[in-house]
């Protein structure tokens, strides 16, 4: 394949994986058809099928790749780093229709049945490894587990996403994020690392 071939593919695959998280984001897994994607991105059903094998295929990757663009550190920083992160990943929600729908779409499996949990476990990746540093940098109080508080920050966050979607359409979701901040840091860092550290909505305005 040329390069000229090669970089309209990749362009192909990009608009028909950004008109798949509109759908997905607007109407659900269950919801949605591969007429309505197509539709949206203005495309056939050869060159959808050329890089993706079906809906289920399709909706996996939304999942997996909801990342994508996302501004995240290059080098963990610890514990202020993560809550910054954090806050930022809630407005990137507000706006980011490809996080938001893998986001959807990860939440919701059991309508499509494709159990993935690898995106679950990148998310623990990146929040175990701002935990890692805070504890070199003695952020962290002797008898947390950083692996085990990373599962935990990103179960929170997810069930905290959701709510506020429900309630508001995530329009409060960087509120409820401090809010969690508030409450899991007494557990997590001594009181003289409480004292400087941040928690404020406008810190995840900008990324962290």
Known sequence: MSRPMQERAVR?????????????????YAGTSITRILERAGSTHGAMYFHFKSKEDLARAVIVEQAQGLKLPEKPAGLQQLVDLTLHLAFELQSNVLLRAGVRLAVEQEESGLREYSVYEWWIDQFR???????????????????EFARILVASFTGTQVMSQIATRRVDLPERIALLWRYLLPGVAPAEVRERLVVSVERGRTPA
């Open 12 to 28: 192909t695959r990009e608009r028909i994986l950004h008109a798949a998280a509109e759908v997905f984001d607007e109407y659900g």
């Open 129 to 147: 490894r701002e935990l890692d540093e805070a504890r070199q940098r003695g952020e962290l109080l002797p008898e947390v587990d950083e692996a």
